[in-house]
C-alpha cells in the first residue's frame, strides 16, 4: 500500500469522525471510548516511526532497558492520557489522517522536550548537591515508583 491509499482502519475511524463531527458541529460533544481506543491503536501502529526522529528517542525508543520514559509506548501512553485528560474533543476534531498524526506528534515531541530539559536542570541541581552517580540512581529509582 502506497502513502496515498487508506486502510481500511482508517478509513473507518475518518468516517466515524466525520460523523461525530456533523453530530456536533461546534466540537463539544460527549466523548466516544471506543472511538478512542480504534485512534489509539490507529495512532500505535502509525507513530513507531516518528520515535526515530523525536528529540531524546532513536534506538532508545525500543531499549527494553533503557530510560522507561523515551520509550516510545511510554510517550505515546502519556501523550494520549494528556490529550484525553486535557483536549478530550481534539482528537475528534480531527479531519484526516494528517491532522491526526500531526497533532499528536506534536504532544510527544513538546513532552519530550519538557523531559529533556527537566533532566538537564536536575544535572545542575546534582552538581550543586554533589551527589553522587548511585545517589542519583537512588533518587530516580524512588522518583519512578
Known sequence: MNNHEQSDEEKKILARLKAWQEQYPSGEGP????????IYTFLYR???SV???????????????????CRFTSVLNAAFTRILDEFPTK???SRNRQQLTGFVSRIMVNMLVDHRRREGVWVKIAAVLKTTAAEDESIRDILSN
Not at 53 to 64: F, I, K, R, T
Open 31 to 38: 466523548r466516544d471510548p471506543e472511538l478512542e481506543s480504534l
Open 46 to 48: 502509525n507513530l513507531k
Open 51 to 69: 520515535a526515530r526522529v523525536l528529540p531524546g528517542m532513536g534506538p532508545a525508543a525500543v531499549n527494553q532497558r533503557g530510560d522507561v520514559t
Open 91 to 93: 482528537l475528534l476534531r
